[in-house]
T-cell receptor
Framework: SQTIHQWPATLVQPVGSPLSLECTVEGTSNPNLYWYRQAAGRGLQLLFYSVGIGQISSEVPQNLSASRPQDRQFILSSKKLLLSDSGFYLC?????????????FGDGTRLSIL | SQKIEQNSEALNIQEGKTATLTCNYTNYSPAYLQWYRQDPGRGPVFLLLIRENEKEKRKERLKVTFDTTLKQSLFHITASQPADSATYLCALPAGGFKTIFGAGTRLFVKA
């Protein structure tokens, strides 16, 4: 069966520090991968998605970036964190077919910027 | 662009009753609609998908309806249990591989 892992579960970082969040998927090949941010009481905001190694689409211009160095690995990074980067970050995967494919989420990283 | 509206107020119901949650969308009618469950501090979990040509979909105690005329989906949990307490998110396709999610409705089931 397929599983998705995200780490760390919680992170407290000072403003201006770098960030690296990692997500890996097991049990499937060539998945679509997604990074979302969820603010309290708000819907999920799509940040990046990837349909293959090295292929990244950015949805929101900001100081975050994403990379996909391997088929089932997705990394969210920042060189300098802002206070506004605080939130709940979720990684998800889906099969690479168009149409009605559900997304499968990790358990997220709670990021607090001080 | 497509927008999703879910009741931001929490829904409180008694155990054993039927919970009904509403999802309204504002623009074009999507080819399908999904419902997810999210527990505090966890990622959403996919529950059901209903296509535009399906009026109703059932899975155990869950039932979803899809009315493209009203631009609305209803999500029902029959014989609700305290373990059903969670936030329920509605989601629609947003072009390509993208999905737009609603903010969700929090459900509390009292024993």
């Amino acid at each position: 069966s397929q599983t998705i892992h995200q780490w760390p579960a919680t992170l407290v970082q000072p403003v201006g520090s770098p960030l690296s969040l990692e997500c890996t998927v097991e049990g499937t090949s060539n998945p679509n991968l997604y990074w979302y941010r969820q603010a309290a009481g708000r819907g999920l905001q799509l940040l990046f998605y990837s349909v293959g190694i090295g292929q990244i689409s950015s949805e929101v211009p900001q100081n975050l970036s994403a990379s996909r160095p391997q088929d089932r690995q997705f990394i969210l990074s920042s060189k300098k964190l802002l206070l506004s980067d605080s939130g709940f970050y979720l990684c998800a995967w889906s099969v690479t077919l168009t149409g009605n494919q559900p997304q499968h989420f990790g358990d997220g990283t709670r990021l607090s910027i001080l | 662009s497509q927008k999703i509206e879910q009741n931001s107020e929490a829904l409180n119901i008694q155990e054993g009753k039927t919970a009904t949650l509403t999802c309204n969308y504002t623009n074009y009618s999507p080819a399908y609609l999904q419902w997810y469950r999210q527990d505090p501090g966890r990622g959403p979990v996919f529950l059901l998908l209903i296509r535009e040509n399906e009026k109703e979909k059932r899975k155990e105690r869950l039932k979803v309806t899809f009315d493209t005329t009203l631009k609305q989906s209803l999500f029902h949990i029959t014989a609700s249990q305290p373990a059903d307490s969670a936030t329920y998110l509605c989601a629609l396709p947003a072009g390509g591989f993208k999905t737009i999610f609603g903010a969700g409705t929090r459900l509390f089931v009292k024993a």
